[in-house]
Every structure is written in structure tokens, then in C-alpha cells.
């Protein structure tokens, strides 16, 4: 894919999700993603994107300060 920003080329890879909310921050690791080569933007397919929204959104209740989650785990627990 190309980067839509720059026009370099967009790899897959695994990518570190940091979201920040008033109350706490949530990390979750090895994001399936592809990143930039030129300028490390980070794009999510939308099944992704859904997946992070849902995930995230259970996890911001339950989370106090700073939460770091694997991507595979939280899936699987959804
Ligand atoms: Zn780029």
C-alpha cells in the first residue's frame, strides 16, 4: 500500500496502539498495521480499527492510570 501522506511504501508489520484519555492511558502491542518506510505513518485495515474502537472502549472502564494490553490476548477475550 502507499503511504497516502508521502507515497512511500506502506509495510505490514506490528505496531504499538496508544490511546490517552482523561483518566488513563491504554497501550496495546503487536497491532497488526502497516507503517510507512518514509515517514512511519501508521494506517489500521477497518476490521482493525473496529477491533481497537471495541476493545478500547471495554478496557477505558476498567483501566486505572496506564494499562498495557497484547493485541492477541484482548481479541481473544472480546
Ligand atoms: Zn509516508
Known amino acids: 500500500m502507499r503511504c ?4 512511500g511504501n506502506a509495510i505490514e508489520t506490528k505496531h504499538t496502539y496508544i490511546q490517552e484519555f482523561d483518566n488513563c492511558i491504554i497501550i496495546i502491542k503487536n497491532v497488526p498495521a502497516l507503517v510507512c518506510s518514509q515517514c512511519g505513518e501508521v494506517y489500521y485495515s477497518d476490521v482493525i480499527a ?4 471495541e476493545i478500547v472502549d471495554r478496557l477505558q472502564v476498567m483501566v486505572k492510570d496506564v494499562a498495557i494490553f497484547e493485541y492477541d490476548k484482548v481479541v481473544k477475550a472480546a
Do not use: A, N
Not at 497516502?4 to 507515497?7: A, Q, R
Not at 473496529?50 to 474502537?53: G, N, R
Open 4 to 7: 497516502i501522506l508521502c507515497k
Open 50 to 53: 473496529e477491533k481497537l474502537e
